[in-house]
């Protein structure tokens, strides 16, 4: 029993005393590791703030900013720790940390191909110039204004104060129309007026009660007026002219302004712009006689 006890402290005694040999061997590249982390920390967390600051300038919104910088400061650490590892002579822990990292990036990745492809949009899409915060956008059946660009969803405010949260995925592979990166809008008024009315008086009376309403419309010559068809109960047109505008609910207030003017000085001119009427005509003469028809009803 004690012979056992001997060759079992023996064998305990000689591998603390391996691991210790080991470690005084390894020591100094040990301290350099350490160094190297430390090191390298230091230059992450400059680095990062350093690319904060230059990014901040081009781009307004600050978690896309901290996600850039945080993944800037991780790649920095994650190279120290390499390093690291190469210097304590570990490079088959280096290898299988690679390998590993390669098939967890793998399995996230197919398993967040959704969330990923939003993140890389949402990047994208702050940098474009073209799609600012406070643009007034049209796109995949809504409009409004733009009021956050996020990493995962492009926010638009409509018009009723409702919030819309698109992917971003689907910002960048469908069509954007933005009404801000103009500062002109066109205006688009259809109209009828009745049969009687004096075609010629009621063109210059609509071209210059638009001029007289909008003050960057400079004479009534820059109103455009063309009649369309001869309606069920009316002479239709066409009314177009430019406002200054960068949205479409300033578009829908000076169309609202154009229709309320437009009536206004019509009401004056006594020029009418008639109901729809349907005129039913019998070219045949019928007669009724009341009085043989009440007494066949009585009988």
């Known amino acids: 029993m004690t012979d056992e006890l001997n060759t079992a402290y023996e064998l305990i005694s000689g591998k603390l005393i391996g691991w210790l040999n080991t470690f005084v061997k390894n020591l100094p590249n040990l301290v350099i ?69 390669g098939v967890s990036g793998l399995v996230i990745g197919l398993a967040l191909q959704g969330t990923l492809s939003n993140t890389f949009a949402g990047i994208v899409l ?57 500062t002109k809008m066109r205006i688009f008024l259809e109209c009828g007026v009745g049969y009687e009315s004096d075609l010629d008086e009621v063109e210059a009376l609509t071209k210059q009660t638009v001029a007289d309403t909008f003050d960057q419309i400079n004479s009534p010559d820059d109103v455009e007026f063309y009649y369309t068809e001869y309606g069920g109960s009316s002479i239709n047109y066409l009314c177009r002219f430019w406002i200054e505008s960068e949205n479409a609910l300033e578009k829908m207030k000076a169309k609202s302004k154009a229709i309320i003017e437009i009536k206004k000085a019509y009401d004056k001119k006594d020029i009418n712009i008639p109901f729809p009427i349907r005129t039913l005509q019998f070219d045949n003469k019928l007669s009724l006689d009341y009085n043989k028809e009440l007494e066949l009803s009585q009988n």
């Open 126 to 182: 702050s940098f474009r110039k073209s799609i600012e915060l406070g643009n007034w956008v049209e796109t995949n059946g809504f409009s409004g204004e733009v009021v956050e660009i996020s990493l995962k969803n492009f926010v638009v405010k409509e018009a009723d104060n409702n919030m819309v949260l698109i992917p971003n995925k689907s910002i960048l592979e469908n069509p954007v129309k933005n009404y801000s990166l103009t």
């Open 33 to 101: 590791a350490i160094i190297v982390l430390i090191v390298f920390y230091f230059i992450a967390k400059y680095v990062s703030r350093l690319i904060g600051k230059l990014i901040s300038r081009k781009v307004e919104q600050d978690s896309l900013v901290n996600i850039i910088t945080k993944i800037t400061s991780i790649t920095i650490i994650a190279v120290g720790l390499f390093l690291a590892l190469g210097v304590m002579n570990l490079s088959k822990t280096l290898e299988t940390l690679i390998g590993a990292a």
